[in-house]
């Protein structure tokens, strides 16, 4: 996996575009410049949480004593899960009922832009290829950075595109979360079922 598709990839499970009706939703009782705080800090937050998952993963990973392969699996099971309430949502919304008030941490900066999923990634990433942990800390940081732009533009979006077109736009994305998904899933199971050199 090369940086730009590891950045796409990531990019695809924050999920920007299907945030902003959300986000638009936990800010609205917020004046301008509080919400852009509040989006600032949030957004900070949930990139600190994926620095820590994609530096300490493959600790993570050794001290559970679990294999590479069965992130590998879980990460596609878990993506798949996503991308299928992607395309089509619960009445309740992606992640069920959110709270009213200011946001803090929960569920701005997790589990809305730090996911399960986001987690599941870079943890996948940091463990399969150690090495490569500098391509892995810029596809983030691309993908955070591009969440973070559209985040900013939402109102923009929202009044320009309207809610029909970002739903569309959400679903495609779901589409092609589900076929990353997919890849990840079989190249799991291709590695566990790879028969080993000696």
Do not use: C
């Not at 800010?27 to 957004?43: A, C, D, N, W």
């Not at 300490?56 to 993506?79: F, P, Y």
Request: net charge neutral; aromatic share 8%.
């Amino acid at each position: 996996m090369t940086t730009i598709s590891a950045a796409i990839l990531l990019f695809l499970i924050l999920d920007p575009l299907g945030n902003v009706p959300v986000f638009l939703s936990l800010l609205k009782s917020l004046p301008p410049r509080r919400q852009r705080i509040v989006l600032v800090r949030e957004l900070l937050i949930a990139l600190a949480v994926l620095l820590l998952f994609l530096l300490a993963g493959k600790a993570i990973l050794d001290a559970m004593h679990i294999r590479q392969e069965s992130v590998s699996i879980a990460g596609g099971i878990v993506l798949f899960l996503i991308g299928i309430r992607m395309i089509f949502p619960p009445a309740d919304g992606l992640l069920g009922e959110v709270p009213d008030g200011e946001p803090f941490i929960v569920p701005m900066a997790i589990p809305l832009i730090a996911g399960p999923s986001g987690m599941a990634a870079v943890i996948l990433m940091s463990s399969s290829e150690p090495e490569r942990i500098a391509d892995w800390t810029l596809a983030l940081v691309i993908a955070w950075g591009a969440t973070a732009g559209i985040l900013f533009s939402a109102t923009y979006l929202y009044k320009w595109l309207g809610p029909r077109v970002l739903t569309a736009v959400e679903r495609l994305m779901g589409m092609l979360l589900v076929t990353l998904s997919v890849q990840m899933f079989l190249d799991g199971i291709g590695r566990y079922l790879a028969p080993t050199g000696g």
